[in-house]
């Protein structure tokens, strides 16, 4: 019985909180890029990379995978991508997960 209830909660949380966007999120490069764009909105990959000791790909990655999962949003100027944060993604998720907390049965 202990056993289904840890699964019951298990898949109620997974239908309820995000997982893959806060894992995304809290990587500890992430979580640089996503301070600076706080301070410092609509940066190209180059200027994210002028912060940090990785290669401009790394870099580049990092911020795809935030892109991928709607953490920042990315506007075409000419050849240039710049990035900035999704602040309304961020509420959503956190907002989300934080009502989930308060009422949830199994926490």
């Known amino acids: 019985m202990q056993e289904y ?13 995000d997982f893959e966007f806060f894992s ?13 764009l706080a301070v410092e ?25 935030l892109f991928d999962q709607g953490i920042l949003v990315a506007r075409k100027e000419g050849r240039s991508t710049r990035y900035s944060l999704n602040h309304e993604s961020l ?4 907002d989300k997960a934080l009502e989930y907390l308060k009422q949830a049965s199994c926490v």
């Open 41 to 65: 909105d609509l940066l190209t990959v180059q200027e994210v990379a002028n912060h940090f000791p990785q290669d401009r790909s790394v870099v580049s990655r990092h911020l795809k995978a």
């Open 91 to 94: 509420i959503i998720n956190f």
């Open 5 to 17: 209830q840890s699964d019951k909660c298990n898949d109620e949380m997974e239908s309820n909180i």
């Open 24 to 36: 995304t999120l809290f990587e500890p490069t992430r979580i640089e890029i996503v301070k600076l």
